[in-house]
């Protein structure tokens, strides 16, 4: 069993920054592509960012390309999003989301293991 827990939200003003961080346990989830997704209020979940389980590959949202960084911890089963230069419309409730079999996907239904989620809100 895997469970996947993030962290890190938080309110910040326009331009700010924040870390999230998604912690899994169980399975080699070190082993598994990662995806953060985000979810704002009464819209669809929509993907952010991915990258590959070697951490050698990484996708991302064209609207936070430059801005946010997503990489692989040096602690086991960790996984970062950078988020820099924060926008209002970043605001969101932000997921991790964990794909055992290793595909450079962007479809929230092909990811298997999720977390909670952690709120971001970015004020004007």
């Known amino acids: 069993q895997v469970q996947v827990t993030e962290s890190g939200g938080g309110l910040v003003q326009a331009g700010g920054s924040l870390r999230l961080s998604c912690t899994a346990s169980g399975r080699a989830f070190s082993r598994f592509a990662t995806g953060w997704f985000r979810q704002a209020s009464g819209k669809e979940r929509e993907f952010v960012a991915h990258i590959s389980w070697s951490g050698g590959s990484s996708t991302y949202l064209d609207s936070v390309k430059g801005r946010f960084t997503i990489a692989r911890g040096d602690a086991e089963n960790t996984v970062y999003l950078e988020m820099n230069s924060l926008k209002p419309e970043d605001t969101a409730v932000y997921y991790c989301?964990?794909?055992?079999?290793?595909?450079?996907?962007?479809?929230?239904?092909?990811?298997?293991?999720w977390g909670q989620g952690t709120q971001v809100t970015v004020s004007s």
């Open positions: 989301a964990g794909e055992p079999w290793g595909r450079a996907t962007i479809r929230p239904d092909e990811y298997e293991y």
